[in-house]
């Protein structure tokens, strides 16, 4: 998001951000309170107290970053303080109640128009993917395998998505994937002790050697990019997918399968690969998702292939596009506007191309 506020249009938009989180002091939130015209901090606030600010504030589309998750304060919004309220991001799914968002953004990928009618929010879709990228992330160096507690030689799939979204299903797949990939490995975002212990137990269950299952400990962005290098193949979890997970993997260069299903949250992973041109990559049944995946790990030419590829695209796709993202998420603002200002509702698709909005844009909260 740094990125994309750092990119705004500062002659048609103001940004006020009210955050009720933790008042962290780091780099991140130190750009985020640069990249906006106001930053409030309203932790100790009521819901009630907030909602009044915003309405003081004039904020004319109030956007939701955080829905359903840890520590969300959704009173807030049902509180009606602006005269558009719009989810987007945080929350990979419907808030399913016309009174907490008007809209969601999305993008042909995850919330296709055929999907409308399993959301309380209209539709609102991005040309590409949905979830911005902050193309100035530095990529720390690269350890060598053992710095990184990885055997010198053999194939090395990996996750690093957190463990609550591994399920049996999928680490069948990931154990046949050991089996018939000689010398290869599982490598593992750390997760609890007892969880690791768990996963070993199963992946011995499964007639697997569990040392073949190895834990990377949690680091810094920068220093996880950099090892994230090592990875030879990124293997998706299921329904829930990568989401910044699956960015990360391609920012570093590596490729990732994944399987789309019919959800939101198990859509997004595709609607990053299709962005970079790598639909190949896409499966929806666990058999092309064990096909695909094994063949990339027994052909070493056609993975460097994938990994030039990925190259090239990481300078041309949009995903990574970091300024015409900002462009297209004002474009979808003003679009929105418009067309309350008619007094219509309905699914917003914005074009490929970039075309100027030829409108006035009003910043009168009073509609």
Request: hydrophobic share 40%.
């Amino acid at each position: 998001m740094a990125g994309i506020l750092e990119n705004r249009n500062t002659e048609n938009f103001d940004v006020y951000l009210y955050s009720y989180g933790v008042e962290a002091k780091d780099h991140s939130r130190s750009r985020v309170e640069k990249a906006c015209n106001v930053f409030r901090h309203v932790q100790e606030l009521s819901d009630e107290e907030i909602a009044q600010q915003i309405v003081a504030d004039e904020v004319d589309i109030l956007i939701d970053l955080k829905g359903y998750t840890a520590n969300t304060r959704l009173g807030i919004q049902a509180l009606r303080p602006a005269p558009i309220i719009v989810s987007w991001l945080g929350y990979p799914s419907t808030l399913g109640h016309e009174r907490l968002a008007d809209y969601i953004i999305g993008d042909a990928t995850v919330t296709p128009l055929e999907h409308a009618e399993h959301f309380s929010e209209t539709l609102a879709l991005m040309p590409y993917c949905y979830q911005p990228n902050d193309n100035t992330r530095p990529i720390g160096a690269c350890p060598t395998r053992k710095e990184a507690g990885l055997p010198e030689t053999g194939f090395v799939f990996a996750t690093f998505n957190q463990a609550y979204k591994i399920t049996p299903e999928m680490f069948d797949i990931w154990c046949r994937l050991l089996e018939a990939a000689p010398n290869s490995v599982l490598w593992i975002l750390e997760p609890h002790e007892v969880a690791q212990e768990n996963l070993r137990r199963e992946m011995t269950a499964r007639g697997v050697d569990s040392s073949r299952l190895i834990f990377a400990p949690k680091m810094a962005q920068t220093e996880h990019l950099g090892r994230l290098q090592l990875v030879d193949l990124a293997v998706d979890t299921f329904p829930c997918c990568s989401h910044t997970t699956a960015s990360d993997a391609l920012w570093a260069g590596v490729p990732l399968v994944t399987k789309m299903g019919e959800t939101f949250a198990s859509r997004v992973a595709a609607s990053i690969l299709r962005t970079m041109d790598l639909a190949e990559l896409v499966t929806n049944n666990d058999d092309d998702y064990f096909n695909v995946a094994l063949s990339l790990a027994q052909n070493p030419e056609k993975l460097a292939a994938i990994k030039q590829k990925i190259a090239v695209q990481k300078q041309t796709s949009p995903l990574f596009d970091t300024q015409k993202f900002a462009r297209d998420l004002e474009r979808l603002y003003q679009t929105i506007w418009v067309q309350e200002l008619k007094g219509e509702r309905k699914a917003v698709v914005l074009e490929f191309e970039t075309k100027s909005v030829d409108c006035e844009f009003i910043t009168d909260a009073n509609l």
